[in-house]
């Protein structure tokens, strides 16, 4: 039998390892004023916080104030025991990862980016796909056998499915920002069940990301890897490489 990981007890830090410390940051529809004070203190009192301490309040419009309150929580989370899907796959520079695609693959792997729906914040699609990418982090555009097309924002799912279909796509990133309601998952599930309605969707890698996108959450849309915050460009190019190899039956050297 695996022995079980040993335990790895983590608390917030604020001044001091384990202390326990958190900063909430939040509005109450009340006018600034000692009651709406209270009110934000007891408000955090009552999630399990002691110590509670209302560090900021501020006017934010017309009968809504926002506050900064800092607390103690005696929680612990064993970080060994977590259950996380992640991505997994191995890293190559820019060079090496073109060579092994040329040598393995014999052709561009085509991707097609897009916002789609109603979402017109580009920011986040633009910096995985547009050559100049970020940070120094070289977007899909400058891979050579990448054939990356940014298709911009406010896409149709039933247009970028068609689209992907024509062009016989390796894969397709979508990008949600706009997370009211939960409209990015409505959204996104409505891509998948058009590439179903084309017959392509089992051969379509899906890709989905933005500020509310993490792995756990693309897997349970039906999204083949999902990518948050703090996703570079090659971090991308690397899974779809990885995936693109996994489907040929190839494994990745």
Not at 76 to 101: C, I, M, Q, T, Y
Not at 143 to 172: C, I, S, W
């Amino acid at each position: 039998m695996t022995a079980a990981p040993a335990p790895q007890l983590v608390r917030p830090y604020g001044d001091r390892r384990d202390d326990g410390v958190v900063q909430l940051a939040f509005t109450l529809p009340l006018a600034a004023g000692e009651r709406a004070r209270e009110a934000a203190a007891e408000l955090v009192r009552r999630m399990g916080l002691e110590q509670v301490l209302v560090a900021s309040m501020e006017r934010a419009a017309d009968g809504f104030t926002c506050f900064v309150v800092y607390g103690r929580t005696p929680v612990a989370v064993d970080a060994a025991a977590l259950d996380v899907p992640e991505v997994v796959s191995r890293k190559k520079g820019f060079d090496e990862l073109n060579a092994l695609v040329a040598r393995e693959v014999g052709r561009r792997i085509v991707v097609l980016g897009a916002c789609t729906g109603s979402d017109a914040h580009a920011v986040g699609i633009d910096a995985i796909m547009n050559m100049k990418g970020y940070a120094g982090d070289y977007g899909l555009e400058r891979y050579p056998m990448f054939d990356a097309r940014n298709l911009g924002a406010q896409v149709e799912n039933a247009t970028l499915a068609r689209l992907a279909k024509e062009a016989h796509a390796d894969a397709v990133l979508v990008s949600q920002v706009v997370t009211q309601r939960d409209v990015h998952k409505e959204n996104a599930r409505q891509l998948l069940d058009e590439l179903a309605r084309l017959g392509v969707r089992e051969r379509v890698i899906t890709l989905l990301g933005g500020p509310r996108i993490d792995h756990r959450t693309a897997l349970e849309l039906g999204f083949d890897a999902g990518f948050g915050p703090g996703t570079r460009p090659s971090d991308v190019a690397n899974f779809l490489v990885g995936e693109v190899l996994r489907r040929m039956g190839k494994t990745w050297t």
